[in-house]
C-alpha cells in the first residue's frame, strides 16, 4: 500500500518531484564547484567552506525548486521517462551556468544575446570529470568583495580574514553567499531556462538515437 502510494504520488505530483531532486543536485554540485573557486582563492578549508545544504541556504533551495518546477511544467520535458544519465546532463550544465552568471559579469551579459554552448559530456558513463568552469581571476576578487565584505559589531565595514573563526561572521558569509545566488536566480529569465534544459535534453537524446541506430546498422 504504501509503495501504490508513493508511486500515485510521484505521478500525480511528477513536476515538483522532478524539479525537487534537480535544484537538490544542482546544488550539491554548485557546492564542490563554488568550494574550489573560493576557498583555494581565499580561505583555508579548516576554517571556512561552503555548505549549501545549512538551513542558511533554505530560501534559494525553494526559489530554485519553484522556478524549475514551474519551467519543466511549462515546457512538457518527459520527466518521468528521463534516464538517470540524462538528468546528470542537466544537472552539470545547469550548475556550470549558475556558477558562470554567478561570478562573471561579462559572460553573464553575453548570454543576453547569445545561446548557451553545451557542454561536451558522454552519454553513458557513470564516471565522469566535471567540467572546470573557468573564472578570471578578476572576477572572482570582484564577487569575494560581495561575499566577505561585512558589517561588523562595531558597525564598521571590513573584509573577513582567513583567520576569523567567529562563528557569526561565518553566518554572515553564508548570507552574503545566498543574496548573490537569489539576485543571480532573478536575473536568469525563464526562456534562458527553457533554452539550457530544453537544448541539453535535445542533445542527449540525438546522440541517444544515433548510438542505437550505430549498433543496429551493425548487427550481424
Not at 194 to 201: A, F, K, N, P, T
Request: proline fraction near 2%; charge should be negative; charged fraction near 25%.
Amino acid at each position: 500500500m504504501g509503495v501504490c502510494f508513493s508511486l500515485c504520488s510521484i505521478v500525480c505530483c511528477k513536476h515538483s518531484y522532478f524539479s525537487h531532486e534537480l535544484s537538490r543536485s544542482i546544488c550539491t554540485t554548485m557546492e564542490k564547484q563554488l568550494g574550489t573557486i573560493i576557498q583555494t582563492k581565499i580561505f583555508s578549508m579548516d576554517r571556512w567552506y561552503v555548505s549549501l545544504s545549512k538551513d542558511t541556504f533554505s530560501q534559494y533551495h525553494l526559489a530554485l525548486d519553484r522556478r524549475l518546477r514551474d519551467v519543466v511544467r511549462s515546457m512538457g520535458l518527459p520527466v518521468l521517462n528521463m534516464s538517470g544519465f540524462a538528468m546528470d546532463h542537466l544537472i552539470e550544465n545547469m550548475s556550470y551556468y549558475i556558477i558562470k552568471t554567478l561570478m562573471d559579469d561579462d559572460y553573464k551579459s553575453s548570454m543576453n544575446d547569445n545561446a548557451y554552448t553545451i557542454l561536451d559530456l558522454p552519454n553513458n558513463s557513470v564516471f565522469h570529470q566535471t567540467p572546470k568552469i573557468e573564472i578570471s581571476s578578476t572576477s572572482i576578487e570582484n564577487f569575494n568583495k560581495k561575499i566577505y565584505t561585512i558589517t561588523n559589531r562595531e558597525n564598521k565595514v571590513e573584509l573577513l580574514q582567513p583567520d576569523n573563526t567567529d562563528k557569526g561572521y561565518h553566518k554572515v558569509f553564508d548570507s552574503n553567499l545566498q543574496t548573490q545566488l537569489i539576485k543571480n536566480l532573478e536575473d536568469i529569465t525563464d526562456e534562458k531556462l527553457v533554452e539550457i534544459l530544453g537544448s541539453v535534453y535535445n542533445r542527449f537524446t540525438k546522440q541517444e538515437e544515433d548510438e542505437k541506430r550505430l549498433l543496429q546498422n551493425n548487427i550481424i
